[in-house]
């Protein structure tokens, strides 16, 4: 099996990192390349190629792929034209986290080392997890949300589908987050947000429309 990594920037190669620590133990992967439909060579020592061209030199059942870019709308861009394709995901959890039976883990998500993921909890399709992010019981994430490192969701939450979750924010149990939502760093959550917005503060409030619907090069 040969796994492609979508996107060789640097949350690209935060992945790599990933699947290496991964098939050290499995030897799930017998080869590794990056997926960049406007660059080739090579990144990290890591050869990167088209998507079509991944398609056209391996068969469809030998191929999985992950994405490792972290703007929730490219993540949502890309898994529509992989799965379209017909090509398997790959879901990404580092051995350092325990996943329980009662979890519900979609297709293509990426959970990240020291990160805890606790009982009914629900990860919708290409949800990435970065490092060291609690996930309280019974917390539902929509599809391609990211919850970035030291983000805490208490209990019975929910976030919707495309939202973007700030590195260290807290969330209050039973708080619900929208669609293509945006919480900023270090904001704290202590009501529910609606959808489509940009969230900031202590406690976060909404500050503007998300009207790109992009979180970086705003």
């Known amino acids: 099996m040969i796994l492609c990594i979508y996107g060789n920037g640097g949350l690209g190669r935060e992945v790599l990192l990933l699947v290496q620590q991964i098939n050290r133990l499995t030897h799930r992967w017998t080869d590794v390349v990056f997926v960049d439909d406007f660059n080739k060579g ?76 606790s009982c009914g909890v629900v990860l919708g399709d290409n949800v990435f997890v970065q490092p060291s992010a609690n996930i309280g019981h019974d917390c539902r994430i929509g599809p391609h949300s990211v919850i970035s490192s030291f983000v805490s969701l208490g209990g019975s939450g929910t976030i919707g589908t495309r939202s973007y979750i700030g590195m260290g924010v807290p969330v209050k149990e039973g708080t619900n987050i929208g669609d293509d939502v945006i919480v900023g760093m270090g904001s704290a959550v202590l009501r529910d947000i609606e959808s489509n917005v940009v969230a900031l503060g202590n406690p976060a409030r909404p500050m503007t429309i998300n009207h790109s619907k992009r979180v970086f090069g705003r």
């Open 42 to 117: 090579l990144t990290a020592g890591v050869r990167v190629i088209s998507f079509a061209e991944a398609t056209a030199e391996h068969s469809r059942d030998s191929l999985e792929v992950c994405i490792g870019i972290g703007e929730p709308a490219l993540r949502a861009m890309l898994y529509e034209r992989v799965s379209r394709a017909g090509v398997s995901w790959a879901t990404l959890v580092h051995p350092s986290v325990f996943v329980p039976a009662s979890a519900t883990i979609g297709a293509g998500v990426i959970i990240n080392q020291f990160s805890f993921i």
